[in-house]
Every structure is written in C-alpha cells, then in structure tokens.
Nanobody
Framework: QVQLVESGGGLVQAGGSLRLSCAAS????????IGWFRQAPGKEREFVAA????????YYTDSVKGRFTISRDNALNTVYLQMNTLKPEDTAVYYC????????????WGQGTQVTVSS
C-alpha cells in the first residue's frame, strides 16, 4: 500500500552535491527497509544504499561509501540520500524502493529521478 516518490535529481558538476528525497505515502511500518538504487544507460540496476525504517541501520555499496549518506525522517515519512563529491560515474536514474526486513526482494518502487554529473 505504500507509494514512493523520488525528487531532488538534477545536473551538477563533478565534486558537487545533491540530496535526493524519497517520500512515502500510505502505510509505513517499522519493519520496512528503504533502499536506493541507480541505473545508468546501458548498464544493469545497481544497489546504492539502504536504511531500516525502525532501527536506522544503514548499508552502502563500496563505490559510494564515505561520499553518500542515507538517512530518514520518520515524522515526515521521507528517506534522504545525501550525495557528496559526486563523480561522472554517479550519473544514473536513481530509484527508491521498499521491502520487508525479512525478505530479499524490494516490492515497491518509485518512478526514479535523474542525476547527471558533468566533468
């Protein structure tokens, strides 16, 4: 029943920053995991980061660790992805998604937001 909407994408220069937002509507439970994924043209979808809604545990892929920070504001039903020191290889459509903490697959997805990093 949860619906996810991404926002905050855009065009930035290498070394710059963006903050993506994932707004959730409907029912969000403490057992929900929210993940960020990205897909560049001609490439497979890649996991970026995730956070547990209830406990706040975070996970990152190695390529963004130390540059990206995932966080949540439960009162606003929103998850953020703060992206610093952006690189051209970060260019992709970024999606947020939700899954139950005990399941492997993300079963709810947003529409995506474009991030373009120029050199």
């Amino acid at each position: 029943q949860v619906q996810l909407v991404e926002s905050g994408g855009g065009l930035v220069q290498a070394g710059g920053s963006l903050r993506l937002s994932c707004a959730a509507s409907g029912r969000t439970f403490s057992t929900t995991i929210i993940g960020w994924f990205r897909q560049a043209p001609g490439k497979e979808r890649e996991f970026v980061a995730a956070i547990s809604w209830g406990g706040g545990s975070t996970y990152y892929t190695d390529s963004v660790k130390g540059r990206f920070t995932i966080s949540r504001d439960n009162a606003l039903n929103t998850v953020y992805l703060q992206m610093n020191t952006l690189k051209p290889e970060d260019t992709a459509v970024y999606y947020c998604a939700a899954r139950h903490e005990r399941r492997r697959e993300y079963n709810t997805w947003g529409q995506g937001t474009q991030v373009t990093v120029s050199s």
